[in-house]
């Protein structure tokens, strides 16, 4: 079964490892394809990083840093400290390992390979069995309105430790930015859609605003399941919460559903809520959407499993 | 004293540091200014890699590997390990550290800055007091023909191990190479001039190759002296001993000696050569040189300070 699941870093790497982890519980076995938000993506020390598809890179060939939730496991800091030495910007932490990727990465796009075409060799090389798909060969920079004026994502959500209320979003670029024809096929072809726990603004939000994404999502057959990023009100992990707040929302199980249903009309099929969310399930229906109530925290590998298995099931039940 | 060194890497390397060491001893102190070969210079995951030019820098801040001769002391390896499974080469092995410096180099590279600004900047950050100089801006690639044909210089050097024997040495665009308006200037204002006992070859001879380089040097104020690369007729690192006899020379101190005095007519003042070799001096004082002998197996760091003011003692003497 064709299994897309739209990304960002963290939490669409998880539902995205849960998804590869259930193909042994599910007959047919989901055929996993992620595609993966690069709105964040940087330029740094002259290489592009793509923290989104590398942070699911790194979760699905099980190499990924469980503690710091970024970068790879076992990792040593030697280029870093030399590059410091140099003078060069040390704000954004890369490992050795990690500058690995980063350099093969760059070396292949300089010889004109695209970003997607380097991704699959990537996916191919570490083992991975599943597709990684960028959003878009284009590049498209999510940027962020704060006080003081706008700023690129990673100076906000790095730099500045994601401290800022955000007042304003954009994606420079993404007017002539186009989704990947591996992305528009995907989705065509998907059996189950499923939107990652990842923020609706800047990581799920970043890919629905390509042109031509809401269009092919909204001819899709497939069901579309979101998961609400949010638990009890709160993002697991980054500023989804208070931007939920700032951009004028509601902080909860409800905003999710309002921002998905008010801002993509008719596009959501179904939404998951954490069981502490549960009371918000009525008011949920209520503007259309199926819910399901499930344990969405995945601390353990385990834990993504089970998620993934009643995401989609859920799906399941949406679909036909 | 403004002394500039020719140099390769591994003895340049030492030499040179020698020079920068020896100022304590000397007044007025020598103002170091080495040229170095960039005819090793390969590209490598997309960065370019400089291994002579590393060489020296690292040797004159002190983070050589000596045990190596070649890259960082307390090195890791990771970035090397990740590109592996991505598939990279790993015949060239760089370690993390040495990755720091191509990244920064390749980086400043491609704003557009040239190798000579790049160089001066990891010079000054790394706290050397001598200036680096690339032989040139322009690309000049090294190729040697062995029996099965024409090989880059690091094929031929590191992947197989220097063993093939050299019939024949180019230096691919060399003809629309130029040295660098600093290294004519150095030349031109050099007090004392040193060829390093690096290969006459592949790295004294890239050098001597670039167009205009052997005029500049002949029409310098400054003495010139060579220090024998060959001790008993065995290069103390690498195939120089081997070249001089498979393209047609002797591999010995006087073997030098008549290469130089040969191939650059006049250029030369004086040569040192090891003690073991001192049977060779008054033949080589015979081709018009004049001849120090020395210890000049440089295995500790007070070998080349020693050496250095030798050498130094020596062009004084042949100075004015």
Redesign the interface.
């Known amino acids: 079964m064709r299994v897309v699941v739209l990304a960002g870093g963290y939490g669409g790497a998880k539902l995205s490892h849960g998804v590869a982890l259930a193909a042994e519980a599910r007959e047919p076995a989901p055929e996993l394809t992620v595609i993966v938000n690069t709105g964040d993506d940087l330029e740094l ?3 592009l990083v793509c923290p989104d598809l590398d942070t699911v890179l790194y979760t699905l060939a099980g190499l990924a840093n469980e503690e710091t939730g970024w970068g ?1 496991r076992d ?2 800091w ?6 410091a ?4 910007p040390t704000w954004f932490r890369l ?7 980063h ?2 990465r ?2 292949r796009l ?2 004109g390979a695209r970003l997607t075409t380097v991704e699959a ?2 996916v191919e ?2 083992g991975v069995r599943a597709r990684l798909l960028p959003m878009s060969d284009d590049r498209v920079r999510t940027e962020l309105r704060i006080d003081e004026g706008w700023l690129a994502f990673q100076d906000y959500f790095v730099r500045r430790h994601h401290e800022d209320a955000v007042h304003e979003i954009r994606f420079t670029g993404i007017d002539s930015a186009r989704p990947t024809p591996e992305v528009l096929a995907a989705i065509a072809d998907a059996e189950r859609i499923l939107f990652a726990p990842s923020n609706p603004f800047v990581s799920i939000g970043t890919i629905l605003a390509l042109p031509g994404v809401v269009e092919a999502l909204a001819a899709a057959r497939a069901p579309i399941v979101a998961v609400s990023p949010l638990i009890g009100g709160a993002a697991v992990r980054g500023p989804a919460d208070r931007m939920f707040v700032s951009l004028g929302g509601e902080a909860s199980a409800l905003g999710v559903g309002r921002h998905y249903v008010e801002r993509y009309p008719g596009l959501l099929d179904g939404l998951v809520i954490d069981e502490v969310d549960a009371g918000q399930a009525d008011a949920l229906r209520a503007l259309g959407l199926a819910v399901r109530v499930a344990p969405t925290l995945m601390l353990t590998t385990e834990h993504r499993r089970r998620l993934a298995l009643e995401v989609l099931a859920f799906a399941d039940s949406l679909s036909g």
């Open positions: 020390h002259g290489l790879v990792e040593t030697s280029a870093a400290e030399m590059l030495r140099y003078g060069a490992g050795d390992r990690d500058f690995g990727t350099i093969m760059m070396h300089r010889t060799e990537l090389a570490l």
